[in-house]
Nanobody
């Protein structure tokens, strides 16, 4: 599976961006789709994730500001980011995990999209 992320860019503090990620095929049994981010010199951390059943999970730093959603029919996941702060600046990566009937648990990463929030 290939994940194609889009929607990053430059925005001022308090602004909004919407990231989208499209998978190249339908998942066999999706475990979760989510977004991670990595700022320069820091580790890659989970921002938000949504399970196959629709349960969502957010990093404390983005709760109330970011919303993750998934369209299973279109094999896409989106991250709506509101009230952006300079500390949200990072490369954002789309992630997906599925249980393949033959290969078992598989994990995929998108190519990353830059989000820059100016103060």
């Amino acid at each position: 599976v290939q994940l194609q992320a889009s929607g990053g860019g430059l925005v001022q503090t308090g602004g909004s961006l919407r990231l989208s990620c499209a998978a190249s095929r339908r998942f066999f049994n999706i475990r979760h789709m989510g977004w991670y981010r990595q700022a320069p010199g820091k580790q890659r951390d989970l921002v938000a994730a949504i399970t196959g059943g629709g349960t969502t999970n957010y990093a404390d730093s983005v709760k109330g500001r970011f919303t993750i959603s998934r369209d299973s029919a279109k094999n896409t996941v989106a991250l709506q980011m509101n009230s952006l702060k300079p500390e949200d600046t990072a490369v954002y990566y789309c992630n997906a995990k599925e249980t393949h009937p033959i290969s078992g648990l598989l994990e995929y990463w998108g190519q990353g999209t830059q989000v820059t929030v100016s103060s």
